[in-house]
């Protein structure tokens, strides 16, 4: 067992000042901002003394809805410590779903930016909210949402109703560095801290509760199985408002000295600059992000020798792009993690000294301090090593649970301490953890069982394959058929009846998809997962087939 790191997240933030107060520690490139240890240190202490002169106290709860702007993650290690639970909010959401975190999460106050993409977060704060245009800053009274108080807006353009980012910074003025000091020494490592919501694959999103303990254990595993050191410079295109962005990225950043490099949106062009300019070692992403930067027109214009290791995680590599990513980005070291929110969020991890065929076939062994087991879904029982079964896992990075829903958290974490992650995996003599798909995803075949991650990487070995996904659509005779929505390479061409006889004689007939569409994007989440139930949605409109119920994962 390694040693259990018990330093809250505040305290990880003053550590490392201490020992690196002059590296870099926060890099954004789009804005020519630069902070050193010491400087990201004093704007978190600053934006932390104005959250506590704002009234607001150890474990209330406060939201931020935002790309990944300076002042997130300003604010993430700013609420860390004054004891404040930061609330993330999915980028993506509209009116109704950030209504229903709001409410189930008793925010008291948000922090938002004007907006993303063709989404008006303003305009649909104050739809929620119409008092919001006749309130003092700070004294909202909503009927909708009671106690919601606060609203932050971060931006140029002051807001009526709202306190500016600078307005929260100068009520930092008023508090003393000792107040501030007293508050973050009254925090212990099991409180909760963060809060992210997960719908998982039925019924209302659930808040799930992160420890300081569970999120600074977790970033430092992560930074280890890459070997990141206060050398490094780590690349994050991944949004914040997820584990992978804000615990694997921030946090692992400021566990070894780091520098990270954060980009405001994703943009696969942006990315190749900042690896370029900035010379970044490490680089993170879900494979679609991945696939878009090895595909971009203008890749071969840009050195990425400064390249070594980084994460691919978020949902099943495809072997062939694993392959690229080693031998056209240069990213020798890149490692595999698999993991989700409810474990804060990584099980398992390659580590650099892995083979290549580990990395590209493995999602590698179980964290230190954490433990892994596979069970028949079914009895429950315990399986034998490369037997296929329920992934289970247990240890410091296990969530506390989800917030105000007993029964939910009961379902995920049994008597026992067994987190149940509703994920099919195998895991072989040595530890190494091979992920075969999700209970719900399995397609059910006339009998047969197909797990759409095996079709997915024979298709990829097509040439003119750039993407794809399989899953199960209802069928009258079978119960179930294959179904393959694909993309195609640019100025490459295919044909459904091709793609079905490229399968012909390699893999089974009844694993053949029934139903091949061409397409040119992809439902997703803000978080860069492929939303597989909307999928389904579509390929049942499309070929009218009678819809069967089908349990929708739309987690972030």
Same mark, same amino acid.
């Given at each position: 067992?390694?040693?259990?790191?018990?330093?809250?997240?505040?305290?990880?933030?003053?550590?490392?000042?201490?020992?690196?107060?002059?590296?870099?520690?926060?890099?954004?490139?789009?804005?020519?901002?630069?902070?050193?240890?010491?400087?990201?240190?004093?704007?978190?202490?600053?934006?932390?003394?104005?959250?506590?002169?704002?009234?607001?106290?150890?474990?209330?709860?406060?939201?931020?809805?935002?790309?990944?702007?300076?002042?997130?993650?300003?604010?993430?290690?700013?609420?860390?410590?004054?004891?404040?639970?930061?609330?993330?909010?999915?980028?993506?959401?509209?009116?109704?779903?950030?209504?229903?975190?709001?409410?189930?999460?008793?925010?008291?106050?948000?922090?938002?930016?004007?907006?993303?993409?063709?989404?008006?977060?303003?305009?649909?704060?104050?739809?929620?909210?119409?008092?919001?245009?006749?309130?003092?800053?700070?004294?909202?009274?909503?009927?909708?949402?009671?106690?919601?108080?606060?609203?932050?807006?971060?931006?140029?353009?002051?807001?009526?109703?709202?306190?500016?980012?600078?307005?929260?910074?100068?009520?930092?003025?008023?508090?003393?560095?000792?107040?501030?000091?007293?508050?973050?020494?009254?925090?212990?490592?099991?409180?909760?801290?963060?809060?992210?919501?997960?719908?998982?694959?039925?019924?209302?999103?659930?808040?799930?509760?992160?420890?300081?303990?569970?999120?600074?254990?977790?970033?430092?595993?992560?930074?280890?199985?890459?070997?990141?050191?206060?050398?490094?410079?780590?690349?994050?295109?991944?949004?914040?408002?997820?584990?992978?962005?804000?615990?694997?990225?921030?946090?692992?950043?400021?566990?070894?000295?780091?520098?990270?490099?954060?980009?405001?949106?994703?943009?696969?062009?942006?990315?190749?600059?900042?690896?370029?300019?900035?010379?970044?070692?490490?680089?993170?992403?879900?494979?679609?992000?991945?696939?878009?930067?090895?595909?971009?027109?203008?890749?071969?214009?840009?050195?990425?020798?400064?390249?070594?290791?980084?994460?691919?995680?978020?949902?099943?590599?495809?072997?062939?792009?694993?392959?690229?990513?080693?031998?056209?980005?240069?990213?020798?070291?890149?490692?595999?993690?698999?993991?989700?929110?409810?474990?804060?969020?990584?099980?398992?991890?390659?580590?650099?000294?892995?083979?290549? /065929?580990?990395?590209?076939? @493995?999602?590698?062994? =179980?964290? $230190?301090?954490? +433990?892994? !087991? #596979?069970?028949?879904?079914?009895?429950?029982?315990?399986?034998?090593?490369?037997?296929?079964?329920?992934?289970?896992?247990?240890?410091?990075?296990?969530?506390?649970?989800?917030?105000?829903?007993?029964?939910?958290?009961?379902?995920?974490?049994?008597?026992?301490?067994?987190?149940?992650?509703?994920?099919?995996?195998?895991?072989?003599?040595?530890?190494?953890?091979?992920?075969?798909?999700?209970?719900?995803?399995?397609?059910?075949?006339?009998?047969?069982?197909?797990?759409?991650?095996?079709?997915?990487?024979?298709?990829?070995?097509?040439?003119?394959?750039?993407?794809?996904?399989?899953?199960?659509?209802?069928?009258?005779?079978?119960?179930?058929?294959?179904?393959?929505?694909?993309?195609?390479? /640019?100025?490459?061409?295919? @044909?459904?009846?091709? =793609?079905? $006889?490229?399968? +012909?004689? !390699? #893999?089974?007939?009844?694993?053949?998809?029934?139903?091949?569409?061409?397409?040119?994007?992809?439902?997703?989440?803000?978080?860069?997962?492929?939303?597989?139930?909307?999928?389904?949605?579509?390929?049942?409109?499309?070929?009218?087939?009678?819809?069967?119920?089908?349990?929708?994962?739309?987690?972030?």
């Amino acid at each position: 067992m390694a040693t259990i790191i018990t330093s809250t997240i505040g305290d990880l933030l003053d550590e490392t000042t201490g020992m690196y107060p002059e590296k870099e520690a926060v890099v954004y490139p789009e804005r020519n901002l630069r902070y050193t240890y010491k400087q990201f240190q004093a704007e978190c202490d600053q934006a932390a003394k104005g959250l506590i002169q704002l009234g607001i106290q150890k474990g209330e709860n406060i939201a931020i809805w935002a790309t990944n702007v300076p002042e997130w993650v300003i604010a993430q290690f700013a609420s860390a410590k004054m004891g404040a639970v930061l609330v993330t909010v999915n980028t993506n959401y509209r009116t109704h779903e950030l209504e229903y975190l709001l409410r189930n999460s008793d925010a008291t106050t948000i922090l938002l930016i004007e907006g993303y993409r063709d989404a008006n977060y303003v305009d649909m704060l104050q739809e929620i909210c119409p008092e919001l245009t006749e309130a003092e800053p700070g004294s909202l009274r909503a009927e909708r949402l009671p106690l919601l108080k606060n609203v932050i807006y971060i931006g140029d353009q002051p807001r009526v109703g709202m306190f500016s980012w600078q307005d929260l910074i100068r009520l930092g003025d008023a508090v003393s560095d000792e107040k501030l000091l007293e508050r973050q020494r009254s925090l212990t490592p099991d409180e909760v801290i963060n809060m992210q919501y997960t719908s998982g694959t039925t019924g209302f999103p659930k808040g799930v509760m992160l420890t300081h303990q569970n999120l600074v254990n977790n970033a430092v595993n992560v930074a280890g199985a890459q070997n990141i050191t206060n050398d490094d410079k780590i690349c994050i295109p991944v949004p914040f408002f997820h584990c992978f962005g804000c615990s694997m990225g921030t946090l692992a950043a400021v566990a070894t000295g780091a520098a990270m490099v954060p980009l405001i949106t994703f943009d696969p062009l942006k990315v190749l600059e900042a690896v370029q300019q900035e010379k970044c070692t490490a680089l993170y992403g879900v494979p679609t992000m991945f696939i878009s930067e090895l595909n971009h027109p203008r890749f071969a214009d840009f050195d990425l020798t400064s390249l070594r290791t980084g994460i691919m995680a978020g949902s099943p590599c495809p072997i062939e792009v694993m392959k690229k990513v080693v031998d056209s980005m240069g990213i020798r070291e890149i490692t595999i993690a698999y993991g989700q929110t409810e474990s804060s969020p990584v099980i398992t991890q390659t580590r650099v000294d892995d083979s290549i /065929e580990r990395r590209v076939t @493995t999602v590698g062994r =179980v964290l $230190a301090n954490t +433990e892994v !087991k #596979i069970i028949d879904p079914v009895t429950g029982d315990e399986v034998g090593p490369d037997v296929q079964g329920e992934l289970c896992s247990r240890g410091i990075h296990t969530m506390k649970g989800y917030y105000k829903m007993p029964e939910a958290t009961a379902k995920a974490i049994d008597a026992e301490g067994w987190l149940h992650t509703g994920d099919l995996a195998t895991m072989d003599e040595e530890g190494y953890v091979k992920i075969t798909g999700r209970l719900k995803d399995m397609i059910i075949r006339g009998g047969e069982n197909i797990y759409p991650l095996e079709v997915e990487q024979f298709l990829y070995t097509h040439p003119n394959i750039f993407d794809v996904q399989v899953f199960g659509v209802p069928d009258e005779k079978y119960g179930e058929q294959v179904a393959a929505y694909v993309k195609v390479k /640019e100025g490459q061409a295919i @044909t459904p009846e091709e =793609v079905k $006889a490229y399968c +012909e004689g !390699k #893999i089974a007939r009844y694993k053949i998809p029934h139903y091949v569409a061409i397409v040119t994007e992809y439902p997703m989440t803000a978080s860069g997962k492929i939303q597989k139930y909307k999928l389904r949605e579509m390929a049942v409109a499309q070929y009218r087939l009678a819809n069967a119920d089908a349990d929708a994962d739309t987690t972030a």
